[in-house]
């Protein structure tokens, strides 16, 4: 088996930082030596491989819970493979993706697996799981759930959006969260009224405002957090977990925060777009507002503190990026003229553990803080903990070596993203990512990719481990 020893760097996991070398054996981490206790020199067996991380960080690899690769959506198909995607997340320090699978309207969530695992399969540099996004709520897709349970798959994402498409009523919802009570999944939530956001819709369309613009101010923070509200409500009383995907507004928030103060087992994520653009992007002119289009919308600017504030307080518990890159030519451009045409979403996954690791330079997290939103929770939120989420014996050597003083800017002509903009161009951060390694193995290092499309696997999850 052979061995590998990161030395030098300061190991930084949600409980703290710590000067120690790490060694590697095969795919798992074999121990981790605190250098003034116990150094590598005398403890260790020579390693066959060393790598000098001095100077750096030494990071369990990131984990992003909410991706979209190959997603069709609006006629069109989200512009990053399973392939180019997971190679671009590697780029940026993360290690493990878990994506949606979508079940079509009249067809089964099994075999809504087949073929997402189809896509998945044989291509991806980094690990992944699938949730799974439940459109079609009846008595054979409630019994379908405990098979996709067994199958590894625990975390079912429901729409209070997108009538006619994604959307589920409240009882369908309650029947939903009963089902995943009974067998302890957790319920994910598009949490938008959108019932009442096609009617806004419908008026901006008939006054003649086209604009991308119109696509956040028909989607009025108000109604993020009334569904938010309602989504709360519905899970007390079937008894279910509850994780709200994607929070953007601070009424959704507050919410959230008032949920949890009387213990209930209920969760959010927010994403950097949400801690770093704004409403103002979605209102560029010349309809370069469009490749900021995402649901839910790009608040005002105000909305950032308090989601700064939520992270610290765990009121946010983790963040993902809802990766879902169209291209500004032949996709976003289907809505010159109709907002509601521009396909939703665009491209994060590389961006997410640089613009975080913004923040802790900002002083809006601590380094530990940083590492726990991005990797620990998610483990632990989605079942993948001890295995992935931190540095310890046994643990997947999933690691990342972060260099923090880098300065960089974040580029469309530099990214590995397989889409032709960036919604975050131009931007400056300190940090960035010098190796990440997946199961032992270096995927970047050295300024190149030296992966392969296939050594990523499928991750069977574990339930929630929060729950309370
Ligand atoms: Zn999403």
Redesign the pocket.
């Known amino acids: 088996m052979s061995t590998t020893l990161i030395s030098g760097g300061t190991v930084v996991t949600a409980s703290g930082t710590l000067d120690a070398d790490v060694l590697v054996a095969g795919e798992k981490i074999a121990a981790v030596f605190a250098r003034d206790v116990t150094p590598s020199a005398e403890a260790a067996p020579a390693a066959d491989q060393v790598i000098d991380a001095t100077g750096k960080y030494v990071l369990p690899g990131g984990i992003d819970v909410?991706t979209?690769m190959e997603l069709p959506f609006g006629g069109t198909v989200s512009a990053d493979t399973f392939e180019t995607g997971t190679r671009a997340a590697a780029w940026g320090g993360t290690t493990t993706i878990i994506d949606?699978a979508v079940q079509a309207k009249g067809t089964s969530l099994l075999a809504t697996l087949d073929k997402w695992h189809a896509k998945a399969d044989g291509t991806c540099s980094i690990d992944y799981g699938f949730h799974m996004i439940v459109s079609d709520v009846n008595d054979a897709t409630l019994k379908e759930m405990d098979a996709c349970i067994a199958a590894g798959v625990n975390s079912f994402k429901l729409f209070m959006a997108y009538p006619g498409v994604f959307y589920s009523t409240d009882g369908e919802i309650l029947l939903a969260m009963q089902k995943a009570a009974s067998s302890g999944a957790t319920v994910m939530m598009h949490a938008e009224n959108g019932i009442a956001i096609d009617q806004l819709i419908a008026q901006a369309l008939a006054a003649g405002r086209t604009e991308p613009v119109n696509h956040g101010l028909t989607r009025p923070p108000e109604l993020e957090g009334e569904a938010t509200s309602r989504a709360i409500t519905l899970a007390k009383v079937a008894g279910c977990p509850l994780y709200i995907?994607?929070l953007s507004a601070a009424q959704a928030l507050e919410a959230v925060a008032e949920a949890r103060d009387i213990g209930q087992n209920v969760f959010a994520e927010t994403c950097p777009q949400y801690l770093y653009l704004s409403l103002d992007d979605l209102a560029r002119p010349d309809f370069e507002g469009a490749k900021f289009v995402c649901s839910p919308p790009l608040r005002p600017r105000e909305h950032q503190d308090s989601l700064w504030r939520g992270l610290r307080t765990n009121d946010l518990s983790v963040v993902s990026t809802?990766h879902?890159p169209f291209c500004f030519k032949d996709q976003k451009e289907l809505g010159r003229g109709d907002f509601t045409k521009i396909p939703n979403g665009f491209g994060s996954v590389e961006h997410r553990m640089d613009l975080l690791h913004a923040g802790v330079a900002a002083g809006q997290l601590t380094l530990p803080r940083w590492v726990e939103v991005a990797s620990t929770t998610p483990a632990r939120m989605f079942g993948l903990y001890p295995r992935k989420g931190v540095i310890a014996a046994g643990s997947d050597a999933d690691i990342v070596i972060y260099d923090p003083h880098v300065r960089q800017t974040l580029s469309a002509a530099t990214h590995h993203m397989n889409v032709d903009y960036s919604a975050y161009e131009g931007i400056e951060v300190t940090g960035q990512v010098v190796t990440t390694l997946s199961r032992g193995r270096v995927v970047i290092g050295d300024g190149t990719y030296q992966g392969s499309p296939g050594h990523g696997t499928f991750l069977e999850r574990g339930l929630n481990q929060y729950l309370r």
């Open positions: 909410h979209h949606f995907v994607h809802d879902c």
